[in-house]
T-cell receptor, first 115, second 113 residues
C-alpha cells in the first residue's frame, strides 16, 4: 500500500514563529522518493524538495529544513522564523518503485502566518 | 512561456454535458498526469501516461477518460459531467524515470451545475 498522511489540516502561527508540518508515509518498497510541494494562494504548485529512501540526511535550505526518519516513516518540514509569504497549502507526496513511480499526495496542510 | 499549459483555465458547464480539458507541455517529458484537487482531500490521481502508447487508471478514474495525442499533449474528458466533478484539475509532467519532481500546469477550475 502507498499512503501519505498529513494529520494537520490547518495551522495558524504568528510571524517569526517556527512551525513544523508533519508527514507520515506508508510503503512496502525499499526504493521510494518523498517530496514537498507548496501551493500559495495564487494556486500554482511549486516543488520544494525531493528525498530518496537511501538518503536520511536532513536538509536545510534557508529558513526551510526537512527531517527524514525511516524508523518512524516520517518526513517533516520545518519553517524557521515564519513569514506572511509562507502562508500556503503544503503537500507531502510519495513515489515508489511498485507502480512505476507514480506519485501519491497527502491531503495537505494549510498554513496561515499572521503578521 | 509556461512549460505546462492547460485550457481552459475556468469552465462552467451543466450536468450531462461532455467537456474536455487539454494539457500541453514543452518540457519534453514522457510522463503526464491528471489530478483533481478537492478541499481536504489533496491531489488525487485520475489517470497517468508513461508514454504515448501507455495509459493507466489512477485512484479515481470513474467518469473520466483520457487521450494522449502526442508526447506533448494529454487530454482529460468528462463524458457526462456531474456536480461532484466540480473541482480544480491539474495536469503534470515528469521525466521518464519518474523519480524527479513533477511540473504542474496552472490548473483548470471546473464547475458543474
Amino acid at each position: 500500500a502507498q499512503k501519505v498522511t498529513q494529520a494537520q489540516t490547518e495551522i495558524s502561527v504568528v510571524e517569526k514563529e517556527d512551525v513544523t508540518l508533519d508527514c507520515v508515509y506508508e510503503t512496502r518498497d525499499t526504493t521510494y522518493y518523498l517530496f514537498w510541494y507548496k501551493q500559495p494562494p495564487s494556486g500554482e504548485l511549486v516543488f520544494l524538495i525531493r528525498r530518496n529512501s537511501f538518503d536520511e540526511q536532513n536538509e536545510i535550505s534557508g529558513r526551510y529544513s526537512w527531517n527524514f526518519q525511516k524508523s518512524t516513516s516520517s518526513f517533516n518540514f520545518t519553517i524557521t522564523a515564519s513569514q506572511v509569504v509562507d502562508s500556503a497549502v503544503y503537500f507531502c507526496a510519495l513515489s515508489q518503485n511498485t507502480g512505476g513511480f507514480k506519485t501519491i499526495f497527502g491531503a495537505g496542510t494549510r498554513l496561515f502566518v499572521k503578521a | 512561456d509556461a512549460d505546462v499549459t492547460q485550457t481552459p483555465r475556468n469552465r462552467i458547464t451543466k450536468t450531462g454535458k461532455r467537456i474536455m480539458l487539454e494539457c500541453s507541455q514543452t518540457k519534453g517529458h514522457d510522463r503526464m498526469y491528471w489530478y483533481r484537487q478537492d478541499p481536504g482531500l489533496g491531489l488525487r490521481l485520475i489517470y497517468y501516461s508513461f508514454d504515448v502508447k501507455d495509459i493507466n487508471k489512477g485512484e479515481i478514474s470513474d467518469g473520466y477518460s483520457v487521450s494522449r495525442q502526442a508526447q506533448a499533449k494529454f487530454s482529460l474528458s468528462l463524458e457526462s459531467a456531474i456536480p461532484n466533478q466540480t473541482a480544480l484539475y491539474f495536469c503534470a509532467t515528469s521525466d521518464l524515470a519518474g523519480v524527479n519532481e513533477q511540473f504542474f500546469g496552472p490548473g483548470t477550475r471546473l464547475t458543474v451545475l
